[in-house]
């Protein structure tokens, strides 16, 4: 039988993110669901709930250290610890760079990156003291090839690679580290670019996609892995991507 862990997922109103959390639930976890929109929240972890799942829900913006760090306590004072961080939250607004579009690259480094910061300043003090612990986080094939339109967001995602690879050197053998890099899944990221060429560029691009479920089963597998195993990164593309 799983050990249940407790995993807390940031992103999980859609996307990856929400089949992430169903993933794990279906694998006998406890998921605390997190994200901005608490309806949609409220909705998923319902229907986990549903098939036998259990799962809770917090609202919060990654961008804010203080809240991350709220959020991931209270987690720990309601079950006594936290297992798992799936720190997956991302915005992908592809544009030129010469079309200087500054507050939606900022936007970008705030999500992509410095919230994988404020999730592992929130969660590392715990799985210290616990002596255990797992992050993990959705990077992209964007952290290992650059396309036009996407040198911010590509940037962003070498930028979390990186930060995991060097997180991973740091931790002690108890606390593990995963990164799983997606390439193009079914997701509501491309509808939020406003870039018109880049937003045209994307309709060909995306057209061969996996279900977000396929990433899902990745993290769930470097999850149920013994202690002794750290999955390092885990690359999961449609079969048909080229590059």
């Known amino acids: 039988m799983t050990e249940q862990k407790i995993v807390l997922v940031t992103g999980a109103s859609s ?13 006998g976890h406890h998921v605390v669901l997190t994200a901005r929109r608490r309806d949609r929240l409220e909705q998923v972890a319902a229907d986990i709930a549903r098939t036998g799942g259990s799962a809770s829900t917090a609202v919060l913006d990654v961008t804010d250290a203080d809240a991350h760090r709220e959020v991931v306590d209270a987690v720990v004072a309601e079950h006594g610890r936290l297992d798992v961080l799936v720190a997956n939250s991302g915005v992908m ?8 579009l500054v507050q939606e690259w900022n936007r970008m480094v705030d999500v992509n990156v410095k919230g994988v910061l404020h999730g592992i300043a929130a969660a590392l003090p715990h799985f210290l003291r616990q002596g ?11 952290a290992h090839e650059v396309v036009p339109t996407a040198a911010v967001y590509c940037a962003t995602k070498h930028a979390v690679w990186a930060l995991m690879e060097g997180l991973r050197q740091d931790l002690p053998s ?3 580290a ?8 079914q997701s509501e990221l491309a509808l939020h670019i406003t870039d018109p060429a880049a937003s045209a560029g994307m309709v060909e691009y995306r057209r061969t996609a996996i279900a977000p479920s ?11 892995e013994p202690a002794d195993v750290d999955v390092n ?4 593309r449609p079969s048909g991507q080229r590059p």
């Open 132 to 142: 255990s612990g797992h992050f993990v986080t959705t990077a992209s094939i964007g």
């Open 214 to 224: 396929a990433i899902g089963r990745a993290v769930a597998y470097a999850v149920g």
């Open 178 to 185: 995963t990164t799983i890099t997606p390439g193009v899944v």
């Open 233 to 236: 990164e885990v690359v999961v």
């Open 174 to 176: 108890t606390v593990r």
């Open 93 to 100: 607004l592809l544009s030129s760079t010469t079309a200087l």
């Open 15 to 27: 996307g990856i993110g929400e089949a992430v959390a169903r993933e794990l639930a279906c694998a």
